[in-house]
């Protein structure tokens, strides 16, 4: 093509030319990159979607065999557990007399090489009695459950960390929900120890269905011919009756036992089975909504813990259902039916005492939810919540309120919270310190005295929690706080206690107090079968909560000791020509403002 005179050749200029300055000497344009190779970091080819790892296949195999190998060490333990009590124990005997099938599933009898292996080991070697071999081989399984139930929760918390599909997720929850099914079932029909509660329980359902009694106002001893009467020592007949809503839950279950002494054992296990499968399924939920990646691990140190399923199913206890009524109040709390929630903590309360203390908190809760509302509902909603309560604590007392009344609700308020006896406690053990103490610490050590340190630090907390607690997740956080202050400062103390701590713990996704609460557990486990040696030792506290705490200090020393050293390090400086980067998430800088 000919071109017109003067005009300038443009094919010999690039295409933006026409849009843009002349570009400086020496430098690039945009049409012609030039591929530079990055100093600090090689550029690796793209990983194709086949070829990249699938961490939720990987956490699933882990879970299962992880699951089998905690069901053979359940398994395990069944002939320790039948020989840890004696042969006169009344449950053994009623278990036995209903499942005759059961020593076929002891190795004992199954694999008596395994038996001459182990009778080698002198520590282990298997005795009759409930002493010896038995009880230190039993200690010996369960701590390695205790490790496989950590394990496990360590996986998890690490899995979620990828990026799950909503399958892998499903997959995962429905095959942990399994195993913890398989190893309810497992404690259901194992041989029983710590089983005396249950036949309380029975007792009182027999008080009301059989005797016609209240059993606020009359005392066991009464009743010596009561068939349960058998399977709890003269020391329990005792303790204070629980709460009215648990006496109406024990009513159905001795009407459905009849005269059946396994039957009994058997629907309470079944009970605490329901429960504490339900409790697993609250805790997946309720941490996917505060903290998702901790779901998992908080569930499996829940549904897997041994110490849980012993205490919940094998021996079950009432603390399981406060756990379930709590767990529920939390959830309704966060799908925003604060009345509800409210209600079912009452219950919890009219379960268990100890739980009023934490009334308060989630009175916060309902104080923040009323502030959303105008004048005139508020004065209606506050109406309701005034009416619903009332109600349920008559509901609750009217039954048992003839002959016990106000005086007798208040004596039962102050055995629970200003108790005249240590047993098992920190308490317990200073008290039974072979040296004589100075006077002010001999005046301390008294129960009613060593109280006034539960009362200064619960109060503390709640204090703090009441100021700083406006959503669930800090409600949650102080209300485990106080029930581990609890559990570690009352003058009394059982295993079971460490239930409701527990399970508040992992709802609260705070490591630091899961820490707390997971080494408790294992003083908890650790207690349990020292009972098993007798008489136990009575500075036994010590070791099952004093170590525990000693050692969460510790570990919060060095961590926070590590944490601060590794952040004072100086950052090496860049290569020359390379542009600095940031180590890991820093603090932004300050805007300017304007002049």
């Not at 007792?203 to 209240?214: A, D, F, K, P, S």
């Not at 559990?487 to 630091?512: D, F, H, K, Q």
Request: charged share 10%; hydrophobic share 55%; aromatic share 10%.
């Amino acid at each position: 093509m000919q071109q017109r005179p003067g005009s300038k050749d443009r094919s010999f200029y690039p295409p933006r030319s026409r849009r843009t300055q002349p570009a400086l000497p020496g430098a690039t344009l945009p049409t012609a990159p030039v591929p530079v190779r990055s100093q600090q970091y090689p550029i690796e080819p793209p990983t194709s979607p086949d070829r990249r790892p699938n961490y939720g296949r990987r956490a699933l195999l882990a879970f299962i065999g992880l699951g089998l190998l905690l069901e053979v060490l359940l398994l395990a333990t069944y002939p320790l557990l039948a020989e840890a009590t004696s042969r006169e124990d009344a449950a053994k005997q009623a278990l036995l007399g209903l499942l005759p099938w059961l020593p076929h599933l002891y190795w004992t009898t199954t694999m008596p090489a395994l038996v001459q292996l182990v009778a080698h080991i002198p520590a282990f070697a298997l005795s009759n009695g409930g002493a010896g071999g038995n009880v230190n081989l039993l200690l010996l399984l369960s701590a390695l459950a205790f490790v496989i139930t950590l394990i496990a929760g360590r996986i998890g918390s690490r899995v979620l960390r990828e990026r799950l599909s909503r399958t892998d997720n499903s997959v995962l929850f429905s095959t942990i929900i399994v195993l913890t099914a398989i190893f309810a079932l497992t404690y259901l029909f194992a041989p029983p120890i710590l089983s005396q509660d249950m036949f309380l329980y029975g007792i009182y359902g027999h008080l009301v269905t059989v005797y016609h009694v209240n059993p606020y106002v009359v005392s066991l001893i009464a009743f010596p011919h009561e068939p349960l009467q058998k399977g709890i020592s003269g020391g329990a007949q005792s303790v204070m009756a629980p709460g009215p809503v648990w006496m109406d839950l024990c009513i159905p279950i001795v009407l459905l036992a009849r005269d059946s002494i396994a039957n009994v054992l058997l629907l309470f296990r079944g009970l605490g089975l329901v429960a504490h499968l339900i409790n697993t399924v609250l805790i997946w939920i309720i941490v996917a909504k505060l903290k998702p990646e901790m779901r998992i691990s908080g569930t499996l140190l829940y549904g897997w813990n041994p110490l849980v399923l012993l205490l919940s199913i094998n021996g079950m206890h009432l603390d399981v259902i406060v756990v379930l009524f709590i767990l529920l109040a939390i959830l309704f709390f966060q799908r925003k039916s604060p009345i509800l929630g409210w209600v079912l903590m009452l219950l919890a309360v009219l379960i268990n005492m100890l739980i009023l203390l934490l009334l308060p908190l989630f009175f916060c809760l309902l104080l923040k939810e009323a502030r959303t509302l105008s004048s005139g509902r508020r004065a209606f909603w506050w109406l309701s919540v005034a009416g619903e309560s009332v109600l349920v604590i008559l509901l609750a007392y009217a039954p048992y309120w003839s002959g016990w009344g106000l005086a007798g609700l208040f004596t039962s308020m102050q055995h629970v919270f200003l108790q005249d006896n240590a047993v098992n406690s920190l308490d317990a053990a200073l008290i039974n310190l072979p040296v004589t103490l100075p006077p002010v610490f001999a005046w301390l050590i008294v129960p009613h005295h060593w109280t006034i340190i539960a009362v200064v630090v619960v109060g503390s907390l709640l204090l703090l929690g009441c100021w700083l607690a406006d959503t669930v997740e800090l409600v949650v956080l102080f209300s485990s706080w106080v029930s581990l202050a609890l559990l570690a400062l009352m003058p009394t103390y059982w295993p079971w206690y460490v239930l409701v701590p527990l399970a508040l713990s992992l709802c609260s996704v705070g490591g630091r107090t899961i820490l707390l609460a997971m080494l408790l557990t294992a003083g908890a486990l650790l207690s349990c079968y020292f009972w098993l040696f007798q008489p136990s030792w009575p500075g036994l506290a010590l070791m099952t909560i004093g170590l525990p705490v000693l050692a969460w200090g510790w570990i919060l020393f060095f961590s926070t000791t590590w944490e601060m050293t590794r952040s004072r390090e100086p950052i090496p400086e860049p290569a020359q020509g390379a542009k600095p980067t940031r180590r890991g998430l820093s603090r932004p800088s300050w805007p300017r403002r304007g002049r």
